[in-house]
């Protein structure tokens, strides 16, 4: 099946932004998703959030609400980490909100479109993310490991078809340590990922036909997963958009 690129704008963290998400399966939780045990089978974590997603399609009301400090943080830090990459490295960041299919089952809020003055088909993606943890300074500033958030990236690089993305890391109250990493498109990762998504996308839809037939109602008509969800051009908006210069060798790069 085929499907579009749709996007909202409702600020982040708003009744509205929790309705559009509502069952839908995102790129923060693709982490979560592609959990496997040994022998294969999908963890208790992922078969939860399988359920969850379910529960919020047939349901209708969003599960699992919450607002951490680290998130407040997060949410009222990010326009000063974008004034100061752009600052920093003379591109500017468009801000787009939350892309979804028009099935609405697969979306991502990505932080935003790295306008660079080069033509490219494909959109470079901006994620930021605020330094709270001590660990994460150490392990991700320092350390260079991002292991933590390759999942989110690839599927958000994934379904806006995007050159790569460049991840921010913006330590808040050490603003000099502040890094950004640029990840290129990695084709074998997209593909992997896929599979998974749609993998998990099944047990998803598995899981609401599930809860439906327990209450009576016909399920007959809720599409399947059999495929990639869509095939489209580099979704919008896009057309300043360029990729960094970067090698096929490194998948992960520091740009400063």
């Given at each position: 099946?085929?499907?579009?690129?749709?996007?909202?704008?409702?600020?982040?963290?708003s009744?509205?932004?929790?309705?559009?998400?509502?069952?839908?399966?995102?790129?923060?939780?693709?982490?979560?998703?592609?959990?496997?045990?040994?022998?294969?089978?999908?963890?208790?974590?992922?078969?939860?959030k399988?359920?969850?997603?379910?529960?919020?399609?047939?349901?209708?009301?969003?599960?699992?609400?919450?607002?951490?400090?680290?998130?407040?943080?997060?949410?009222?830090?990010?326009?000063?980490?974008?004034?100061?990459?752009?600052?920093?490295?003379?591109?500017?960041?468009?801000?787009?909100?939350?892309?979804?299919?028009?099935?609405?089952?697969?979306?991502?809020?990505?932080?935003?479109?790295?306008?660079?003055?080069?033509?490219?088909?494909r959109?470079?993606?901006?994620?930021?993310?605020?330094?709270?943890?001590?660990?994460?300074?150490?392990?991700?500033?320092?350390?260079?490991?991002v292991?933590?958030?390759?999942?989110?990236?690839?599927?958000?690089?994934?379904?806006?078809?995007?050159?790569?993305i460049?991840?921010?890391?913006?330590?808040?109250?050490l603003?000099?340590?502040?890094?950004?990493?640029?990840?290129?498109?990695?084709?074998?990762?997209?593909?992997?990922?896929?599979?998974?998504?749609?993998?998990?996308?099944?047990?998803?839809?598995?899981?609401?036909?599930?809860?439906?037939?327990?209450?009576?109602?016909?399920s007959?008509?809720?599409?399947t997963?059999?495929?990639?969800?869509?095939?489209?051009?580099?979704?919008?908006?896009?057309?300043?958009?360029?990729?960094?210069?970067?090698?096929?060798?490194?998948?992960?790069?520091?740009?400063?």
């Amino acid at each position: 099946m085929s499907a579009s690129i749709l996007w909202s704008l409702a600020p982040q963290q708003s009744d509205e932004w929790f309705a559009i998400r509502r069952g839908v399966v995102t790129g923060s939780i693709a982490a979560v998703a592609r959990e496997k045990l040994k022998n294969g089978t999908p963890s208790k974590a992922c078969v939860l959030k399988a359920r969850d997603l379910a529960r919020e399609r047939v349901g209708g009301k969003p599960l699992g609400i919450f607002t951490n400090e680290a998130m407040r943080l997060g949410t009222s830090e990010e326009p000063k980490a974008r004034e100061a990459y752009e600052d920093r490295t003379g591109f500017m960041v468009e801000e787009v909100g939350f892309a979804y299919t028009d099935d609405g089952r697969f979306g991502c809020s990505v932080d935003g479109i790295v306008h660079i003055p080069v033509p490219s088909l494909r959109p470079w993606l901006w994620e930021c993310k605020t330094i709270v943890s001590s660990d994460r300074l150490f392990e991700a500033v320092i350390g260079g490991d991002v292991s933590e958030w390759i999942d989110q990236c690839t599927f958000n690089v994934w379904l806006l078809t995007a050159a790569g993305i460049r991840l921010y890391l913006h330590v808040w109250d050490l603003p000099e340590l502040s890094r950004e990493i640029v990840i290129p498109r990695d084709e074998a990762a997209i593909e992997a990922l896929e599979r998974d998504m749609v993998e998990f996308e099944r047990m998803v839809a598995a899981n609401e036909r599930a809860l439906l037939d327990a209450m009576g109602k016909a399920s007959a008509e809720l599409p399947t997963a059999n495929d990639a969800p869509w095939s489209i051009e580099p979704a919008k908006p896009a057309a300043m958009a360029a990729p960094a210069s970067t090698t096929n060798q490194a998948l992960l790069l520091p740009a400063f």
